[in-house]
C-alpha cells in the first residue's frame, strides 16, 4: 500500500501555482480554494475548491503514456465550519463528504472538479482554520495522494453604516 500526503498551505506563493506529483506515474493533483487576497475567508462568505487531476504521462513518451480508468476523488467537509452548497461534475455530498467517480483519466488529458461551500456565520468561526481535507485514488495501483488547503477566518471589516449604527444603538 503506497501512501502520500501532502499537506500545503495556499499562502506559499511556490505551491499556489504547482502541481503535487503523486505516485501515479505521470499523474498530477493541483488544488486552489478562493479566498481573500491574504488567504483569509469571512463568515457567511463562499469559498470555492477547484482540483485539477492532469494525467501527463505522455509527455516525452513515445508509447503515448498510460491511461488510467475509475478514479475516485473524496473531499472532507468540514461542517462545524462550513456548509456544502453545491459540486460540478455529478459530485454528490453525504455524510459531510463530497465524491466523484471519474471513469477515465487518459494520457494527455485533466479533468477539473469544483465544490463550494459557505463559511458559518458564527463567532465560533473567527480564527479557525478551514481544512479541505481530499484524497484520490484509483484502482490501477491502490495509490492514495491526499492534498489540503487551508483558509483562516477572520472578522469582516466594519463597514461606515456598521460604525454608525453602532454609535445609535
Same mark, same amino acid.
Given at each position: 500500500?503506497? !501512501? ?7 499562502? #506559499?506563493?511556490?505551491? %499556489? ?8 506515474? *505521470? &499523474?498530477?493533483?493541483? %488544488?486552489?480554494?478562493? =479566498?481573500?487576497?491574504? !488567504? =483569509?475567508? $469571512?463568515?457567511?462568505? #463562499?469559498?470555492?475548491?477547484?482540483? +485539477?487531476i492532469a494525467n501527463q504521462s505522455n509527455v516525452n513518451k513515445k508509447d503515448g503514456g498510460k491511461n488510467y480508468s475509475k478514479f475516485y476523488v473524496? #473531499? &472532507? ?11 460540478? !461534475?455529478?459530485?454528490? $455530498?453525504?455524510? *459531510? ?14 479533468? #477539473?472538479?469544483?465544490? %463550494? ?9 473567527? *480564527?479557525?482554520?478551514? !481544512?479541505?481535507? *481530499?484524497? &484520490?485514488?484509483?484502482?490501477? +495501483? ?7 488547503? =487551508? ?7 466594519? @463597514?461606515? %453604516?456598521? @460604525?454608525?449604527?453602532?454609535? $445609535?444603538?
Amino acid at each position: 500500500n503506497h !501512501n502520500a500526503k501532502f499537506y500545503y498551505d495556499v499562502k #506559499e506563493e511556490q505551491i %499556489k501555482n504547482s502541481m503535487v506529483r503523486t505516485k501515479l506515474p *505521470g &499523474v498530477f493533483i493541483h %488544488k486552489t480554494a478562493d =479566498s481573500l487576497d491574504n !488567504n =483569509s475567508v $469571512y463568515p457567511d462568505q #463562499e469559498i470555492t475548491y477547484t482540483i +485539477t487531476i492532469a494525467n501527463q504521462s505522455n509527455v516525452n513518451k513515445k508509447d503515448g503514456g498510460k491511461n488510467y480508468s475509475k478514479f475516485y476523488v473524496s #473531499e &472532507v467537509i468540514p461542517t462545524d465550519k462550513v456548509e456544502f452548497v453545491s459540486a460540478t !461534475n455529478n459530485g454528490q $455530498y453525504s455524510n *459531510g463528504k463530497v465524491t466523484w467517480t471519474i471513469d477515465s483519466l487518459n494520457a494527455g488529458s485533466n479533468i #477539473e472538479l469544483t465544490y %463550494k461551500v459557505k463559511v458559518k456565520n458564527t463567532t465560533e468561526v473567527i *480564527g479557525k482554520k478551514i !481544512n479541505a481535507e *481530499g484524497t &484520490v485514488y484509483t484502482n490501477n +495501483t491502490g495509490s492514495i495522494t491526499t492534498v489540503v488547503v =487551508s483558509n483562516e477566518v477572520i472578522r469582516k471589516p466594519a @463597514t461606515k %453604516k456598521d @460604525t454608525y449604527q453602532n454609535c $445609535y444603538d
